[in-house]
């Protein structure tokens, strides 16, 4: 993934954390860049130009890949997350390692053309259909990280324990596949993982439903000896929220609390439904906080306090979850529209702060904190957005962060690179030639 030769990117404008910085030559050698150079009017000679803002790499701290099957079906009707569950149950059901790893390639390929560079994906279909084990215990997690690799992008495998249907209650026939049967037998399974150059390997939780109390401690403990991120659905229902106070008298982050579950190297996903203590448990602790806000709206979860959460000290990140859309700049922009709709005033963030979340922040969630900013030493991943689409035109391109988060969207995305190699240039996927061809014909193949 890596590009070994030196070379020099010269950029139109950059966002370099602040402000945006007309004329910048960025060196870069060993996939990193060894220089940021600004006031450089033209492309030096031998540079290649990157014409429009260009940016950090984003972010996607949480994916489901094999949702982006479900695009344009789960949409149609009425229903709650329980009736889509259920559809999304059926999909799983359908995924082999060949089957999954040519749908995750398009989607990672997708991704890389909205200008994503890495990927937290939360993996926890481990097994075949009814819990039997393959040859490699890993060979969906494989199919993944290989994946990402043919896409040209970097991943994150979150490796999810997931033991149960409910409080007390067995997986159910959809979820025997899920589950290795005990914490232990999770942790030993994914230790077998190997970490590469474009991959880390990370831990989560599901969510406490899904782990029983009891177990918490050995994933954490795996976590911990390997210094991972670890990541867990939280309070994304009401429902969850119930039927934890029924099973143990608190809340779900009060019971991640009291069994050390929280703290600076985990991300909770979603964080919708919290109470007053919950955030103060998670911003006193310092977990962060990854919002899926076009997935919250698609599924109608609600809208989390990502104000209350941030002010209280959990760093904010944003996923794409299900891919009902794959826009990392829309994730920023709904962070803040939802909190406008909710609250009636605007501003609850400026746009270099939802630019932020978008890049260094979410790398750092993903364990890639050397990632997600244009410095001399960082990972050489960063994103062009054009400034003369139909969205982006007429804007002021020193404003920056503004026209990235408020103005443009995927579709404006140009150029991407990662670790200094070109992975899309003008529009195009260097590496997946046909994206569009290759998300239907996996997506049909699964559907079969």
Known sequence: MTETHPRTYWLEQAWLGTHVEPGVALDVRDGRVAAVRTGVPAPPPGAEP?????????????????????????????????????????????????????????????????????????????????????????????????????????????????LSSGFGQPPDTHQLRFSDGTAEAWAERCSVLKERDHARIGAAVHSVRAVPARELATVVRWAEERRAPLHVHLSEQAAENDACRAAHGCTPTRLLADRGVLGPRTTGVHNTHLTDEDIALIGRSGTGTCMCPTTERDLADGIG???????????????????????????????????????????????????????????????????????????????????????????????????AVFAATAADVRHTVVGGRHVVRDGAHTLVPDVPSALADAVEALRG
Request: with cysteine; proline share 4%; aromatic share 6%.
């Open 50 to 162: 990157l014409r429009g803002l260009t940016v950090p790499g984003l972010a996607n701290a949480h994916s489901h890949a094999f949702h982006r099957a479900l695009r344009g079906t789960v949409q149609v009707g009425s229903g709650t997350f329980w009736t889509w569950r259920e559809v999304m149950y059926a999909t799983a059901d359908r995924l082999t390692p060949a089957n999954y790893h040519a749908l995750a390639r398009a989607v990672y390929a997708e991704m890389a053309l909205a200008g994503i560079t890495a990927v937290g994906e939360f993996h926890y279909v481990h097994h075949a259909p009814g819990g039997s084990r393959y040859a490699d215990p890993n060979a969906m997690g494989e199919a993944l990280i290989e994946a990402a690799a043919e896409a040209g992008i970097r991943i994150t495998l979150l490796d999810t324990c997931y």
């Open 305 to 403: 306090p990502a104000p209350a959460l941030q002010r209280a000290g959990s760093p904010l990140s944003l996923g794409s979850d299900s891919h009902a859309v794959v826009d990392l700049l829309e994730e920023a922009r709904a962070m803040e529209l939802n909190e406008r709709l909710r609250s009636r005033t605007r501003g609850h963030w400026t746009a270099a702060a939802l630019l932020r979340a978008a890049t260094a922040d979410g790398h750092a969630a993903l364990g890639w904190p050397d990632a997600g900013s244009l410095t001399a030493g960082a990972l050489a991943d960063f994103t062009t957005i054009a400034l003369d689409s139909v969205r982006t035109a007429g804007t002021l391109p020193r404003l920056g962060a503004e026209t």
